[in-house]
């Protein structure tokens, strides 16, 4: 910009750029130079589009069996009877053909595959979200409160931190899920419990799951905002606002919280791999959401015994998979090189 | 240092009772008993409560738990519930050797492969090998246990038949517990699983690891080392290395509790006998002693493995200072 002023000949103290960035715009031109993390938030954005408009883009529901087609390889036609093809939403379009073909293959219950894989986006990414929401929410409140309040709930609530990270974060949520399904199974039906276990019902199974990865979760995030929040307590527009008499509600919404959700939210966008990967482990064992609705970790656990014969069955959730888990690393690591103002100008 | 370090162990015997406390009645609570079934039919009624007086399930919880306690401090874990020749000793003596061999077998590949990788990446800097590094470093994270287990036994093991695609190359009891036989058995056996869960610990070490050394590749005193006259070598080695490793171990802590886990489900997938595997077979059956037991195994793993972090973490960085 200062070279086009020089080259029109326009006088040299626009040598100065005039025009004031936030670090909102600052931080959104790095992540734009970025060219993988670009590629990996559009994925995920693309992902999230395809979680919504699912049935739109598959030939069959999740749960439509076919089981004399069972285990077919993918692109493979078959010859459908008139009744099964009425189950196909896209009979009687232009992409009729698609009724014919298996685009993925069928698993062992004839289940299209290419349809419940993108079905399972909608687990994924509702844990991804719902997960991370519940942990950010947590972690930032119990670590703001810690953090600014210090003292004795400082210390209580870091006494439950560094409790928690002892526990053996799978095997606890494994029993945790176990006692849940164990429960909604019995028919329970009275009290908070019931009541819990018909939303868990409705929902398929995720609520539990939601509830037993948002609870394990929330400590990095406490510790993170904790950290935050001692660092700016300090400073001195922090000082000005409790000098003229701001309340300490005002000081933590509007000075404190402002600041530090940024870097909270990185954090958290880069916790969201291993969120998907305890879903999916879940799935594989048996303890996510209950069946049909499809799952990428419990088509793996399906498909697993079949590895040899019809690899498709593991490779296509597999792949699925690792994309989704790609284009979140891709994208968190590009925020937070985004957000760094010492890797400005480094790729 | 010794002060903190026995101050962390003292604190750890509180958490340790809570957890065991939490494990038992969270398992207790589970529906249905370990002698609900006989074989296929179920157990009839004054045998199954036969069962359970002789095995002390027919008291308070609190009493059962305070037995378990008593039992735990003289060194006995809890008997087996639905296997008469084992208690639970003997299935921690088969499983455990084998879990930890696992674990820091793939901690270690992860840290050999991870470092020098780090390393290359950073000091050649914006070429075509950091790209290549850092591209397949997150293609090494994003690519779960899960996929890649099942992936490297179809290629590693059926497609090209090299390695042995299940269970574990030797069984214990080992030499000092946990070193492994340096037979060709056991080192085709360790392969694949070893890969599954190392690739994704190297590859987040190579990513930290690049960015620490980038960061402190730009201090200032690097500049003075290098206006010195040092060679690079010298430079890199001696002031830049340790400094640099100091953000992976920040991450150990989480990157060892991510080995425990991750073991548990390469040892479903590649059916070896470790404590994970134990751990999720023996939930269906109720298995209440062994189920509580393991996860306090597990977690005293978990807390020796974050004091020891925490104590390299001082050796890296002097200026941290526990008092």
């Not at chain 1, 103290?13 to 031109?29: C, I, M, Q």
């Not at chain 1, 210390?155 to 899920?177: G, S």
């Not at chain 1, 000082?239 to 954090?267: D, T, Y």
Request: charged content about 15%.
């Amino acid at each position: 910009m200062t070279a086009q002023a020089a080259a029109k000949g326009k006088p040299v103290d626009l040598l100065v750029d005039s025009k004031s960035r936030s670090p909102f715009e600052n931080a959104w031109r790095e992540f734009r130079r970025n060219r993988l993390a670009v590629v990996g938030a559009a994925i995920v954005i693309l992902t999230v589009i395809v979680a919504f408009i699912a049935p739109l883009i598959t030939p069959y529901n999740f749960y439509t069996q076919n089981t004399r087609e069972n285990r077919a390889k993918p692109m493979t036609g078959y010859n459908i009877s008139e009744t099964h093809a009425e189950l196909c939403t896209w009979y009687g379009t232009p992409l009729e053909w698609g009724c014919t073909v298996y685009l993925a293959g069928s698993d062992a219950l004839g289940r299209d595959l290419y349809s419940r894989m993108i079905f399972g986006t909608r687990v994924s990414l509702a844990v991804a979200f719902v997960g991370s929401t519940v942990a950010l929410v947590v972690g930032i409140i119990l670590g703001t409160i810690s953090g600014y309040f210090g003292g004795r709930v400082d210390n209580l609530i870091m006494r439950l931190v560094d409790f928690l990270y002892a526990i053996p974060l799978l095997p606890i949520i494994i029993l945790m899920q176990v006692y849940f399904q164990a429960l909604a199974r019995q028919g329970v039906r009275e009290g908070i419990a019931g009541v819990l276990i018909q939303m868990n019902q409705s929902m398929g199974g995720l609520l539990f799951l939601f509830i037993a990865i948002g609870i394990l979760n929330w400590i990095g995030m406490a510790r993170l905002a904790r950290g935050q929040v001692l660092s700016y307590k300090h400073k001195e527009f922090i000082e000005a606002a409790e000098s003229v008499g701001s309340s300490q509600s005002r000081i933590i919404f509007k000075h404190l919280l402002p600041n530090i959700f940024g870097p909270l939210l990185i954090a958290e966008t880069l916790a969201i791999p291993a969120y998907i990967f305890t879903e999916a482990i879940l799935s594989f064992i048996g303890l996510g959401v209950n069946p049909p609705i499809p799952s990428w970790g419990s088509m793996i656990n399906d498909g697993y015994a079949g590895l040899r014969s019809n690899p498709h069955l593991v490779l296509v959730p597999g792949l699925a998979l690792t994309f989704l888990t790609l284009a979140f690393n891709f994208m968190g690591d590009g925020l937070r090189d985004a957000f760094d103002p010492k890797m400005r100008g480094r790729i | 240092m010794t002060k903190f370090i026995i101050r962390r162990i003292l604190v750890a015997i509180p958490v340790m009772f809570a957890i065991a406390l939490a494990t038992f009645l969270l398992v207790q609570a589970l529906p249905g008993g370990p002698f609900d079934t006989v074989g296929q039919k179920a157990m009839p009624e004054h045998i199954r409560e036969l069962l359970e007086r002789r095995y002390g399930l027919d008291q308070p919880i609190y009493v059962q738990f305070f037995n378990y306690l008593g039992n735990l401090l003289q060194g006995d874990l809890g008997p087996m519930l639905r296997s008469s020749t084992d208690d639970v000793n003997d299935i921690v003596a088969q499983t455990f050797p084998v879990s930890i061999q696992l674990g820091l077998l793939s901690i270690l590949l992860g840290f050999i492969i991870g470092i020098p990788t780090g390393i290359l990446a950073a000091l050649k800097h914006n070429s075509v090998v950091d790209s290549a590094a850092t591209l397949i470093a997150v293609l090494g994270v994003s690519i779960p246990n899960l996929v890649l287990g099942p992936l490297l036994i179809l290629i590693f093991g059926v497609w090209l038949g090299w390695l042995p695609i299940a269970f574990w190359g030797a069984d214990p009891p080992f030499t000092l517990y946990f070193l492994p036989p340096l037979t060709s058995q056991f080192w085709t056996h360790a392969v694949l699983p070893v890969f599954a869960i190392g690739t994704g610990i190297s590859a987040g070490v190579s990513r930290l690891t690049r960015a620490g050394l980038l960061e402190v590749l730009a201090e200032d005193y690097i500049r003075t080392a290098r206006s010195k006259g040092l060679r690079e070598r010298a430079v890199v080695s001696v002031h830049a290395l340790k400094n640099s490793l100091i953000p992976v171990a920040t991450v150990m802590g989480p990157l060892f509790a991510g080995a425990v886990t991750g073991s548990l489900i390469v040892e479903q997938i590649f059916a070896i006998n470790g404590m994970g595997r134990r751990y999720i077979q023996s939930i269906g059956s109720r298995e209440y002693f062994l189920l509580t037991s393991l996860t306090l195994v597990y977690s005293v793993v978990l807390i020796i493995g974050n004091i020891a972090v925490d104590v390299m973490y001082a050796w890296l960085d002097p200026r941290i200072r526990y008092d």
